[in-house]
């Protein structure tokens, strides 16, 4: 009967409406306009039939719906055409909020952005309480802002202080949150969305109300206090020069109801400037780069159990991950007194991660001590991670390579060592990778596959599909010296620590930093990882022209080793480090300026080199992998949109200044 | 009761340290003893976890939350949705019993892989509401109204509130009414065992486990690891101060003021697993291993509940018979020692004409077991008996001890509260 596309409409015995949103040719739900037009011609459709209710649901398995059409999205040519998508959206949800009859959303997985703010125009919503479930607004993640609604009815739903914090973190939050927050009404197991979709219209009850608590947060005069309040929470996070749209979602709450339309197009928040504004393309651009390293994970062979070989804070991090995600693992170490704070490590992640003690149990259950090291006999992929020595390593894999089953991958967690090098003596040498995790694991999501010369396309294959399996981003890399993400950073941080040696204030240091866009500053970042740790990469990775800091040697020598000993560059205090007040020069440009380019100039050799497949791909790692500036779009994105010539021009400048550390790559001409 | 008629192997085993219970529940639920072990040794094997015909746990004390236990250990070891499992109770033996129903499943044909053992968290034993207690709940929820309730509540009594112990219950028999403790004194009685005697034997039970250890004789002990970072190593009951003259210090405890029985020359109340891998010939073949040893006999018996603590008596003897052997033809004997007084009452009743005679129905004393190999490291004095667990142990112990040896034979055996006794007759690879 149904002469949409996207959408199924049937009406039952009881009159009651059944609206199923199927977008065809795609797995994914998400919005076009021609989907939004649909929804407004069935609007019309459901007015002029009158029935009793209208159950809204999705056909899809993995969720309600993604939000907008990103590629739909992403291909506007002009402003304007953004503001059209914007104003479509919100005149549909305009439409489905002024039916005459209860409506209600059945939410499973995700229901992200439009996906949430259509069950926000309805005036009930029912989430599955499965943990799959996610509802939030994460507009602000790509520099926008929650336009279709969200902004004006989450606030009035569920009190501005709770509405604000969803979408300025962008976070998701699962059924059980989401009810005790008021944004759902009933949760309930998928099984049973009919029978209480049913019971809700039958007697339909009146819609949500915010408890008084969170009312007052939308009152006058308190509104005003908590948007200062929210904005000095954002300018703690992030600037606004660098990220306008929390800002904006503020303002647009505050000062505009929540509605995009009500904001002239002239103003600095309008969704045409936020549009046009050069992050919302930077994280855009990130956004889909990210699709495309899970893309990389594609992979038919399947890999359940892990053996780590050290269970230091790398292979313990490692192993506690793997775990968590669901694969059985075997942590080996020369005795159960080097385990142990690995597990304590683990068992303080799953409780963050898992709170429920029966889903904590479990994964403690798949993280096995493994002091003999059976696990290798039984494992689908080693991963090393002892200490740097490629004689030890050596004779490790000498042990290991015997004992493996067939098809078992065995891979090493150097971040330095070249693979051609651990090789050497393997009988069956394509099958060593290199499995590149960074610190702290459970935070940094990208993971460099290391190609070595004798890496075979099947093991790169099956790895690149084990890391998209434990949920991070895998970036193939080709073996050379720090492979992409540690080659980029180390010249970063060691001019940074040159200047310091000039007698720059590390404070002034770390302040251009983050003026450039960087979430934390060298200084503080080279305290942070361990300064012992710093020291030996800067010495794996040393060449001729770059002079070696002296300070951070003196540091180590002194057991200073930064945040971890209490002292580093800065004293720490609670986790903290203790900055000076000191004189911030007025212009501090030329100062990122010369720390980034010695990343930027490397950047440009990697992609010369083919480290990495393409520049694309260089951007992304050097995001994931370091936090490089988001917002600039990675080295070789910022290189293109500040302008290649005149960053050579500065380059040649700082050649001329500090000599040959600043020699332009050769890859600059082709870049 | 007649013999296995074949022999089913044991390919490998393991199991936790041996935790003494120190007043409050321990950090291990019974599930997460066996769980500890079975992960290491499952982990070791050439198959993978999902390839076992069954799980089969005994446990004495299950908490309430882990009912079947078998399932739950089968599940998180990693035997996945498709391995059936299920637990078996025989008090004191319920490890025993459960490597037993393996045998007799992979005899039977039924199973050829099969991952059994037993375990138990004494210290996690619950405390229990009396029936007054119980009776006026129920009559507090059946009431409706203000009025019904308010009569209810003024009923209540505060000594409704003092619980039972569920593992003094549990460790009393029900047909005699006498505590195990007392069953040992009566043991001993029969055979003059003396308080100096009983001290005697506990001593060295702590001084042979101690000897053990320090000569690496526990190599089936898996250390733990728990969420705080503490590592669990070794059995934490095995004492070094242990002599008989401070345990002529303490107190007996069952028949107080004129009885032999003590704390220190009983067993210890404890938590631990101990889990064993069961195999057909046909899979040990098919897997290519060597096993460990082989179970070729077992045996249940029962006697007089007042005098269970020679059940062992009761469950070797006939089956040693049945292979026209001698107690000595045994390189290596291990039983469970509950009570000192009942370990020693064992080794009296083979060596007493009478006794052997009357009970057995032998022409003459059994003979005299050589105490050198008899429980070499140390039995469950100081190591410890976690009920549902130690079958397990004393079977593995033995196994290992013919491996470390060379020696070609071994018994294990238990006493059983109710008056049973089960023994195995093994032998090495």
Known sequence: ?671 | MSGMKQKVYVIDGARTPFLKAKGKPGPFSGGDLAVACSRPLVARQKFAPTAFDEVIVGAAMPSADEANIGRVVALRVGCGDKVPAWTVMRNCASGMQALDSACANILAGRSHLVLAGGTDAMSHAPLLFGPAMVNWLADWYAAKSFGQRAATAAKFRLAYLAPVIAILKGLTDPIVKLSMGQTAEIVAKRFGIDRQMMDAFAAESHQRALAGRAAGHFTEIEPIIDAKGNVYKDDDGVRTDSTPERLAKLKPVFDRTYGNVTAGNSSQVTDGAAMLVLASEEAVDKLGVKPLGAIIDSQWSALDPAEMGLGPVHAITPMLLRHGMGLNDLDTLEINEAFAGQALGCLAAWESEAYCKEKLGLDGALGKMDRSKFNVDGGAIAIGHPIGASGARVVLHALKTLERTGGKRAAASLCIGGGQGGAMLLERA
């Open chain 1, 1 to 671: 009967m149904s002469q949409y596309q996207h959408w199924r409409l049937d009406i039952d015995a009881d009159n009651l409406a059944w609206l199923t949103f199927d977008r065809a040719g795609t797995s994914t739900n998400t919005f076009s306009s021609e989907v939004l037009r649909e929804l407004s011609a069935i609007a019309k459709d459901l007015k002029a039939k009158n029935p009793k209710g209208v159950v809204i649901l999705s056909a899809k398995d993995n969720g309600f719906a993604a939000g907008a059409d990103i590629d739909e999205f992403t291909t506007f040519k002009s402003a304007d055409e953004a503001y059209a998508f914007t104003q479509l959206g919100n005149e549909v949800f305009d439409e489905i909020e002024a039916l005459p009859f209860p409506t209600v959303a059945l939410i499973h997985g995700f229901a992200m952005g439009g996906g949430t703010e259509l069950p926000l125009a309805c005036r009930y919503r029912i989430a599955d309480e499965g943990e799959k479930t996610r509802m939030a607004l994460p507009e602000v993640m790509i520099g926008i802002v929650p336009g279709w609604g969200g902004a004006k009815r989450m606030p009035r739903l569920i009190g501005a202080t709770q509405a604000l914090d969803l979408m300025l973190t962008g976070r998701g939050v699962n059924a059980k949150t989401a009810k005790r927050m008021g944004l759902v009404d009933v949760v309930t197991p998928r099984r049973h969305f009919m029978n209480a979709a049913r019971q809700l219209l039958k007697n339909p009850p009146p819609p949500h109300q915010p408890a008084f608590k969170h009312a007052i947060s939308n009152w006058p005069v308190i509104r005003g206090f908590v948007a200062a309040m929210s904005r000095k929470q954002v300018a703690k996070k992030a600037r606004e020069e660098h990220y306008p749209a929390p800002y904006a979602i503020i303002d647009l709450w505050l000062n505009f109801g929540g509605d995009p339309r009500n904001v002239p197009a002239a103003h600095k928040y309008s969704v045409q400037n936020l549009a046009q504004h050069p992050t919302t393309a930077n994280l855009i651009r990130i956004f889909k780069l990210q699709d495309r390293m899970k893309g990389l994970g594609q992979s038919e062979a399947k890999i359940e159990h892990v053996h780590v070989v050290g269970a230091g804070v790398m292979g313990g991090d490692i192993a506690a991950w793997c775990a968590l995600r669901g694969l059985r693992v075997t942590l080996q170490d020369l005795d159960h007194a080097r385990i142990a704070p690995a597990i304590q490590r683990a068992a303080a992640l799953y409780k963050k991660k898992l709170k429920e003690p029966h889903k904590i149990q479990a994964a403690m259950d798949r993280l096995i001590p493994d002091v003999r090291g059976d696990g290798v006999g039984q494992c689908d992929l080693v991963i090393e991670a002892i200490v740097e020595n490629p004689e030890i390593k050596r004779k490790l894999y000498a042990s290991i390579e015997p004992r493996l089953k067939p098809s078992a991958i065995l891979a090493t967690n150097t971040s330095s060592i070249p693979l051609q090098e651990l090789a050497t003596g393997l009988a069956r040498p394509e099958r060593l990778v290199g499995i590149h995790f960074f610190n702290p694991v459970a935070m940094m999501m990208l993971v460099e596959i290391v190609r070595g010369p004798q890496t075979s396309d099947e093991v790169m294959q099956i790895s690149q599909g084990f890391v998209k399996r434990i949920d991070k981003l895998p970036l193939p890399v080709k073996s050379a010296p720090g492979f992409l993400v540690n080659r980029i950073l180390t010249p970063y941080m060691g001019e940074a620590q040159l200047m310091l040696e000039e007698g720059t204030p590390p404070e002034v240091i770390d302040a251009a930093a983050k003026a450039f866009g960087m979430p934390m500053g060298p200084i503080e970042l080279a305290d942070t990882v361990g300064l012992d740790i710093g020291v030996a990469v800067g010495k794996e990775l040393a060449r001729p022209e770059w002079p070696q800091p002296k300070k951070i040697q003196q540091l180590v020598d002194a057991k200073k080793l930064g945040k971890k000993s209490g002292e580093g560059f800065y004293k720490w205090v609670d986790g903290k480090p203790q900055k000076n007040t000191v004189s911030m020069p007025a212009d501090l440009q030329p100062l990122w300026m010369r720390m980034t380019l010695p990343a930027v100039n490397e950047a440009v050799a990697c992609v010369r080199e083919g480290i990495v497949a393409d520049a694309d791909l260089c951007d992304a790692g050097v995001i994931f992998g370091t936090g490089f500036a988001p917002q600039r779009g990675g080295p070789i994105n910022h290189l293109k949109n500040f302008g290649k010539d005149k960053l050579l021009a500065e380059l040649k400048l700082l050649e001329t200044k500090h000599g040959a550390r600043f020699k332009p790559d050769a890859g600059w001409t082709a870049i």
